[in-house]
């Protein structure tokens, strides 16, 4: 398995890949091609993928919001969860952003992804605004890491 920064050729794959994965938890349609694209285009976006024997099995895509590093997309493999691609992939977002002069990185989580919701908090990241806060599966938990 190996983790590394991509780009927007290997988009194509990426949104094929996070397919199933949000499919199974949002509850709704994932985000088509055009959609991705369409939420891209005025950003500069950073992309790191994981693949094992070629293939993707994990990705993260985040940009610059607000003056900071904003990770907007991560998804890994179900069958290859609880491996650390998840932290390894959060982990090389915050090592950019660090080398990068971003001062924080922020992620906004819906309640329904238990999964990241645990491995920011171990990470260190805090709740800094909940939006939607009624709704138990999509209020969205709007999280934080400032570096020190
Ligand atoms: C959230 C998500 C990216 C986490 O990915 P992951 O690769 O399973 O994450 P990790 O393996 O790093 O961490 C998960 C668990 O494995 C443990 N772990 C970390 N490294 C490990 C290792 N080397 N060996 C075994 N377990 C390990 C972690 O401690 C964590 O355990 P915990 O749940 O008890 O805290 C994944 O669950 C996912 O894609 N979910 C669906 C999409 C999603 O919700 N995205 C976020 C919303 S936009």
């Given at each position: 398995?190996?983790?590394?920064?991509?780009?927007?050729?290997?988009?194509?794959?990426?949104?094929?890949?996070?397919?199933?994965?949000?499919?199974?938890?949002?509850?709704?349609?994932?985000y088509s091609?055009?959609?991705?694209?369409?939420?891209?285009?005025?950003?500069?976006?950073?992309?790191?993928?994981?693949?094992?024997?070629?293939?993707?099995?994990?990705?993260?895509?985040?940009?610059?919001?607000?003056?900071?590093?904003?990770?907007?997309?991560?998804?890994?493999?179900?069958?290859?969860?609880?491996?650390?691609?998840?932290?390894?992939?959060?982990e090389l977002?915050?090592?950019?952003?660090?080398?990068?002069?971003?001062?924080?990185?922020?992620?906004?989580?819906?309640?329904?992804?238990?999964?990241?919701?645990?491995?920011?908090?171990?990470?260190?990241?805090?709740?800094?605004?909940?939006?939607?806060?009624?709704?138990?599966?999509?209020?969205?938990?709007?999280?934080?890491?400032?570096?020190?």
């Amino acid at each position: 398995m190996e983790i590394v920064q991509s780009n927007n050729t290997e988009l194509n794959e990426i949104v094929k890949t996070n397919y199933p994965i949000f499919k199974d938890i949002c509850g709704k349609e994932p985000y088509s091609l055009s959609q991705y694209n369409a939420r891209i285009k005025e950003k500069k976006p950073v992309f790191f993928v994981a693949k094992e024997n070629h293939k993707l099995i994990g990705n993260t895509i985040a940009f610059e919001d607000n003056n900071s590093f904003y990770i907007w997309i991560i998804g890994v493999s179900k069958n290859k969860r609880n491996k650390g691609i998840g932290s390894k992939l959060l982990e090389l977002n915050e090592n950019y952003a660090r080398k990068n002069g971003f001062e924080s990185v922020t992620t906004k989580v819906y309640n329904f992804s238990t999964e990241m919701k645990k491995l920011l908090k171990k990470r260190g990241y805090t709740i800094t605004r909940i939006d939607n806060a009624h709704n138990e599966l999509y209020s969205a938990n709007h999280y934080c890491l400032i570096f020190k």
